[in-house]
């Protein structure tokens, strides 16, 4: 899932450390942050009404605080999260491309981004890796 803000895909990271992402709520809907848009992320993100922390997953129809454990139920379907301002300055993100460089549209049965927010072309490179990675292939 790429980043909800500027479309960075998030990669695997080194062994024994955790993700630098975080996942948070916006709209009823769970998202992920890269570590460039956190900050300007945070204002988008919903908080807890129990003890205001933004730390919040979404399961199912329910919205979980990851703090408190306060559960309530999800809202009726709402579109899918934007950010609310502009997205990130385009170095701001490494080689991430914001997502107003990708097309609207794309072809039938391709996603809008791949690799790192970059159209198409990188993800099946960056799946050849992952695989040649896991099956130990180098």
Not at 18 to 37: F, I, M, T
Request: net charge positive.
């Amino acid at each position: 899932m790429p980043c909800y803000r500027c479309g960075t895909r998030q990669v695997d990271p080194e062994a024994g450390k955790s993700s630098p992402w975080r996942r948070g709520v916006v709209r009823e809907h769970q998202v992920l942050v890269c570590p460039a848009c956190v900050p300007a992320a945070a204002a988008d993100l919903e908080r807890c009404t129990r003890c205001g922390s933004a730390h919040l997953i979404r399961r199912l129809d329910q919205v979980e605080c990851l703090d408190c454990r306060l559960i309530r139920d999800a809202e009726p379907e709402s579109p899918a999260p934007r950010p609310a301002g502009p997205p990130p300055p385009a170095g701001s993100a490494g080689p991430a491309a914001s997502a107003s460089a990708v097309p609207a549209t794309s072809a039938p049965g391709t996603h809008a981004f791949g690799a790192r927010g970059a159209p198409n072309g990188d993800l099946a490179a960056e799946v050849a890796r992952a695989l040649d990675k896991v099956l130990g292939r180098r």
